[in-house]
């Protein structure tokens, strides 16, 4: 079995007297890649942050790639881990190019400045942006691209440093059905490759679930319902638990559908 990526132990996170999450006993290891499931305010979003050492539990243990949180340098953490996010994707400069965009990930920093590129850093951008059908795009202007594009470009720009896992959150949120489905090819595609990290990511839809993703995490205010491999976990009886309503879910070719049930 290959080595665990991610551990959570005991975890508790509370804010301002509330609860978020409560007592997360969580492993992810290096071959899996999960999806984190839940209603609105479920915790997902903090579950993610706390993956990404951007936030420390209030109680509990986070190990991330062997270190635990509050016992290491997160400046040191945070570049072996990919992580995107539409509040991440806010402080990108619209201004900035696409490809700077990606580069500027090799230094953990958003925006373009002073920093001196290596050869190297600049051809594995490119490589990267090709890979997800960015290459014609790199001249263009961050704010200047579709939703479709700038969603692809945060994922590119959170692979760049080759992490050792990689955190997205709903990055299929707001998507056309075209621009969806051609994310979700990528995706799918690049869990599939042998030196992929491990994945963990969060939406609000079955449907955006790509294909091979390997296990589910399911969320209900701040506990986790139910996780292991998605056949177990994805069930109409666990969803429609966590949802609050009686559903059908339906896997055809590794993906799925779900529908409150007639
Ligand atoms: N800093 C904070 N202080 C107080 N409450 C917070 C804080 N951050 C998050 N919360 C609350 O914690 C709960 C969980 O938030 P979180 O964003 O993690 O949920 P989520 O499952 O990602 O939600 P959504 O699906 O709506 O994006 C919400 O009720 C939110 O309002």
Do not use: C
């Not at 201004?95 to 373009?112: D, F, I, K, P």
């Amino acid at each position: 079995m290959a080595s665990s990526v991610l551990e959570l132990q005991s975890v508790s996170f509370v804010r301002d007297g509330k609860t978020i999450l409560d007592g997360i006993d969580w492993t992810v290891t290096g071959d899996q890649r999960w999806v984190v499931l839940g209603p609105n305010g479920a915790g997902k979003t903090t579950l993610l942050q706390l993956a990404a050492a951007l936030q420390h539990p209030s109680s509990g243990t986070v190990s991330i790639l062997d270190t635990t949180l509050g016992r290491t340098d997160v400046f040191e953490l945070r570049p072996r881990i990919g992580f995107a996010s539409s509040a991440l994707a806010k402080r990108i400069p619209a201004e900035e190019t696409v490809l700077n965009v990606v580069l500027t990930a090799a230094y953990s920093v958003t925006g373009r400045w002073n920093e001196r590129y290596e050869d190297i850093d600049v051809r594995r951008a490119q490589r990267v942006l090709q890979e997800w059908r960015l290459g014609h795009l790199e001249q263009r202007r961050f704010g200047t691209l579709s939703d479709g594009e700038q969603k692809r470009v945060q994922i590119a720009r959170a692979i760049m440093t080759d992490p050792e896992i990689l955190l997205l959150d709903e990055p299929a949120a707001s998507l056309d059905l075209g621009a969806r489905e051609e994310l979700l090819q990528l995706l799918a595609a690049y869990a599939s490759s042998d030196d992929a990290p491990a994945i963990v990511m969060v939406t609000h839809h079955v449907e955006e679930i790509p294909v091979g993703f390997s296990h589910a995490l399911l969320l209900t205010e701040g506990r986790i319902a139910a996780a292991g491999p998605v056949a177990e976990v994805l069930t109409a009886e666990r969803l429609g638990s966590a949802f609050g309503l009686e559903l059908e879910v339906v896997e055809q070719a590794g993906r799925f559908t779900a529908r409150a049930a007639s």
